[in-house]
């Protein structure tokens, strides 16, 4: 009986079957191998790291939201073996096992979190993955979120959200300034009150700062006193 030749590259191992049994010892490769036809089975395994997109799947969060949210698994083969005995077709396997674990991790998040801890829920994917594909040799090496779609009523009503909170702060920003102004000019009136030459003083520089302006309009201060005065001879 002619035996025929297999040449196994670097990134792959071989695992060979005689007469439906596994040959002893580990995966073979890389090298040239010889096999009995109609007596050896020769199944390859490619050991890269392989990547694919989770398609995106439409996920119910905790809070009742509907969104649509899709990622993307890196893994490899590290024992040849047991994911040509343990599994068929180990590769669509763990990618329906992703999927289905990508709904269930995102059901038990609600939006915030959904939103906000990307990375802990791609740990926790990846550990429940992992554990899932130890058993066929596969090892998870990372899963990432992609993308998260938001409906677009939704994506309207959290910009109007954000934009009130907003205006919120901004309003109270500014009542602040106007407190912290009022503080100030009464810390100023009771300086200018203990030193009367202080508001000449005051009204000089105002003078001079409307002079570097060009305006030709001078505003002449008259005492509240003066004007009660003036008032009283009307009367």
């Known amino acids: 009986m002619l035996s025929r030749t297999k040449i196994v590259m670097e990134y792959e191992r071989a695992v060979i079957f005689r007469l439906g049994h596994l040959r002893k010892g580990e995966a073979r490769g890389p090298g040239v191998y010889f ?18 997109d989770i398609p995106p799947q439409e996920i119910l969060t905790k809070d009742s939201v509907t969104v649509n949210v899709d990622g993307v698994v890196y893994y490899r083969v590290t024992n040849a073996i047991l994911s040509v005995a343990n599994v068929a077709y180990s590769d669509p396997a763990t990618r329906l096992l992703a999927q289905t674990t990508l709904r269930n991790v995102l059901g038990t998040k609600n939006l915030c979190q959904l939103l906000s801890d990307r990375e802990e829920i791609a740990r926790s994917m990846q550990a429940t993955l992992h554990d899932a594909t130890e058993e066929w040799g596969i090892h998870v090496e990372r899963v990432e979120i992609k993308d998260v779609k938001l409906p677009i009523l939704l994506q309207r009503a959290m910009a109007a959200e954000a934009e009130a909170s907003r205006e919120a702060r901004a309003k109270v920003i500014a009542a602040e300034g106007e407190m912290n102004a009022s503080r100030a000019l009464k810390e100023a009136a009771m300086v200018i009150t203990e030193s009367p030459a202080a508001l000449q003083l005051r009204y000089l520089q105002t003078l001079n700062t409307i002079a570097a302006e060009k305006n030709s309009t001078i505003v002449f201060p008259l005492p509240i006193d003066m004007l009660q005065a003036v008032i009283g001879m009307k009367r």
Not at 45 to 50: E, G, P
């Open 35 to 52: 096999i009995l036809p109609c007596i050896d089975n020769f199944i390859t395994v490619d050991m890269r790291t392989i990547t694919f």
